[in-house]
């Protein structure tokens, strides 16, 4: 066997000489002064020869540890030259189909980019939605090759026996072209808007009655095991009697917590009107709270934690009560429903509440809707409720409380 002072004391003659190694490695010194490792071998009966580069660049225990690798191939009747061949080819076409975008390329990056945070259990159920329906048709193609037409088409036709799939489907492709566009693959996402799904059928939004506000402000109270971001959104719900969109989706420039108000634009209410909001006390102290725990810089209250670019997930809530054991007793948005019966109970002012619920007043002469109408009324309106909540919570029951499952 050679050693490494024999190596670098070869000199070169005037025709090419081999230095054995062992096993078939050797060292070919060529006329020019270069070493070059090699190593000869036979795969079923056919002779064939590998390089391993040139010395020093590969030492000699370098060389070795390449022989012995193509060694192992060999005893299993594989030739090593056309298995690096067939793996740089291979390795090459994985490139060139994430240069290109593959669709199942961009699905894997976007699959693994979103999945932190994510329950197990949602992850396997949105790769199975992927598997089932999308990558059958759009698998091997390029991103920027899939048109609208066709995604139309294909979500179509899964809404005929899963609606809800659909649904599921349509807000998966546009978080991969989002992610592919995010890449520089693409400029533009050829997702269809959600009207071109059907819509669901509306039902009444369940609402917590009266007797159970105090148990379900009791309960997220206790649960330690709650996100705080999530806990002040819930509890803004309540005190704005704003709609829960309105709530996960505001952002920081539209408050004024000096003047403890709200303002939420046109564009982010259910009607397109400008909608003011007071804040009670116990509102405003929420928000400064909030304010210490958002990072700074941040444009949304509740920044959704895989990207905070954009808010809180809208089933964040929903979700909340679930747990909590409301699940099937009310809803985020029903808590508007126990302010409103709460306060017609009590005989107050129709207009002062319709107006704190950002409801647009129907007759022609009522039409032109002033968003800081009954402005000292609905700021009172909105602190008693602050404060009925309180009592509320501080009311204790002979029934158990609920407890966080």
Known sequence: MLTTIQVKSAKAQDRAYKLADSGGLYLLVQPNGSKLWRYKFRVGGVEGKQSFGAFPE????????LHGDSRRLVAQGINPSQAKQELKVARAQEQLE???????AVMSDWGAATAVGLR??????????????????????????????????????????????????????????????DSGLMENNPVPPLRVMKKRNQTNHPALAGDQIGDF?????????????????????????????????????????????????????KAKRPHWVPLSRQAVELLTRLRKIVPAGREHLF??????????????????????????????HGMRAAFSTHFNSLGASVDVIEHCLAHVPANA???????????????????????????????RIAAPLRRVP
């Open 217 to 269: 402000l009791r309960a997220l109270d206790a649960a330690a095991t709650i996100n705080e971001e999530t806990r002040i959104a819930m509890l803004l719900v309540l005190l704005t009697a704003c709609r829960k969109a309105e709530v996960i989706e505001a952002r920081w420039d539209e408050l004024d917590l000096k003047a403890a108000h709200w303002e939420i634009p046109a564009g982010r209410m």
């Open 120 to 181: 197990p259990s949602t992850v396997k159920q949105r790769q199975r939605e992927i598997d089932n329906d999308l990558m059958p048709k759009l698998k091997n193609r390029p991103m920027d090759s899939i048109t609208r037409l066709e995604l139309t088409a294909l979500l179509k036709d899964v809404e005929k026996r899963a609606p809800e799939v659909a649904r599921n489907l349509r807000n998966h492709l546009w978080g991969m072209f989002e992610h592919a566009i």
């Open 98 to 104: 994430r240069v290109n975008g593959t669709f199942a």
């Open 303 to 332: 920044p959704n934690r895989l990207d905070p670019r954009r808010p809180m997930a809208n089933r964040s809530l929903n979700a909340l009560m679930e747990r909590l054991g409301f699940g099937g007793e009310g809803t985020p």
């Open 58 to 65: 590969v030492s000699l225990a370098e060389a070795r540890g």
């Open 365 to 395: 002469v009522r039409a032109a809707y002033n968003r800081h109408a009954y402005q000292d009324e609905r700021r009172v309106m909105l602190q008693a409720w602050a404060d009925h909540l309180d009592r509320a919570r501080q009311e």
